[in-house]
């Protein structure tokens, strides 16, 4: 069982910043693939971006490449989601998983088996 907890989310101005940050529990967060998806009312979860575990290696929504960056401190336990240059179109609610078995697409909300219970992200225009 993996437990995931996310923080940082609040109310900005466009074109502000926000950070994000996941904690995890599991012994073995490093091999975790981890994502960060959002899902705004009415819509359907969407992909932001995600980094695999022990390579690092990582992927982002065209939406948001450039603007947002993923990281990861496996000593913390902990992925990060930086955000830049934030637009009224980011509001959403924001969601960490965890992927373990790399079953699915890194893309794909089906594929991860754990998820944390997401954070507000609200950008004032």
């Known amino acids: 069982q993996v437990q995931l907890v996310e923080s940082g989310g609040g109310l900005v101005q466009a074109g502000g910043s926000l950070r994000l940050s996941c904690a995890a529990s599991?012994?073995?967060?490093?091999?975790?693939?981890m994502g960060w998806f959002r899902q705004a009312p009415g819509k359907e979860r969407e992909f932001i971006a995600c980094?695999?575990?022990?390579?690092?290696?990582?992927l982002y929504a065209d939406s948001v490449k450039d603007r947002f960056t993923i990281s990861r401190d496996n000593t913390k336990n902990t992925v990060y989601l930086q955000m830049h240059s934030l637009k009224p179109e980011d509001t959403a609610v924001y969601y960490c998983?965890?992927?373990?078995?790399?079953?699915?697409?890194?893309?794909?909300?089906?594929?991860?088996?754990?998820w944390g219970q997401g954070t507000q992200v609200t950008v004032s225009s």
């Open positions: 599991g012994r073995t967060f490093s091999t975790y693939r």
């Open positions: 980094i695999s575990g022990n390579s690092g290696l990582a």
């Open positions: 998983a965890a992927d373990l078995g790399y079953d699915l697409g890194p893309r794909d909300p089906r594929g991860y088996d754990y």
